[in-house]
């Protein structure tokens, strides 16, 4: 988060999470950063985190082109 005149600015990322064995992991689809817990609300805390780290020091983007999310099918 940054402040800008007094107001709180927010950057909006897109977050998948899936499921690791015993683990979940939110994966950030807008930049190449990743967090795991035990539990969803874990992962994703922990991916909060590390976009924090991932951003330190530096100014966060204006805006994100979202990502374009498709399927793909392959042979069973």
């Given at each position: 988060?940054?402040?800008v005149a007094g107001t709180i600015r927010t950057n ?65």
């Amino acid at each position: 988060m940054t402040t800008v005149a007094g107001t709180i600015r927010t950057n909006k990322f897109t977050v998948a999470v899936t499921h690791k064995a015993s683990w979940c992991v939110a994966r950030c689809l807008d930049v190449d950063v990743l967090g795991q817990g035990e539990t969803v609300d874990d992962a994703v805390a922990n991916l909060e985190e590390g976009l924090g780290l991932y951003f330190e020091g530096e100014d966060l983007p204006d805006s994100l082109e979202p990502p374009i999310i498709t399927t793909v099918l392959i042979p069973a």
